[in-house]
Nanobody, 116 residues
Framework: QVQLVESGGGFVQAGGSLRLSCAAS????????MGWYRQPPGKQRELVAT???????NYADSVKGRFTISRDNAKNTVYLQMNSLKPEDTAVYYC??????????WGQGTQVTVSS
């Protein structure tokens, strides 16, 4: 059974840092891309960053130079290191995992709140 468990969200002041983690289970045949998306209050869900199985990364322009996505294939876990956080980074952050065979799945979301 596919399960994604997110952790690491919380409240931080502007300029601070947080690290999100997402552990994926239920992968018998492996995982392709992994990524993070976010949904700010009153807005649509948007891409933050993605990483392929071979660790090629892609970032939204708004987070380039501040956020770093990484993954541990042995642990089926994806991370998002968020530095120099801004109030506009406030959102619910969702993990997204593309399983080989099982397809695409979303985590339950974790709240990140950045105060000014």
């Amino acid at each position: 059974q596919v399960q994604l468990v997110e952790s690491g969200g919380g409240f931080v002041q502007a300029g601070g840092s947080l690290r999100l983690s997402c552990a994926a289970s239920g992968s018998i045949f492996g995982i392709n891309a992994m990524g993070w998306y976010r949904q700010p209050p009153g807005k649509q869900r948007e891409l933050v960053a993605t990483i392929t199985r071979s660790s090629t990364t892609n970032y939204a322009d708004s987070v380039k130079g501040r956020f770093t996505i990484s993954r541990d294939n042995a642990k089926n876990t994806v991370y998002l290191q968020m530095n120099s956080l801004k109030p506009e980074d406030t959102a619910v952050y969702y993990c997204n995992v593309d399983y080989i065979v099982s397809g695409n799945h979303w985590g339950q979301g974790t709240q990140v709140t950045v105060s000014s």
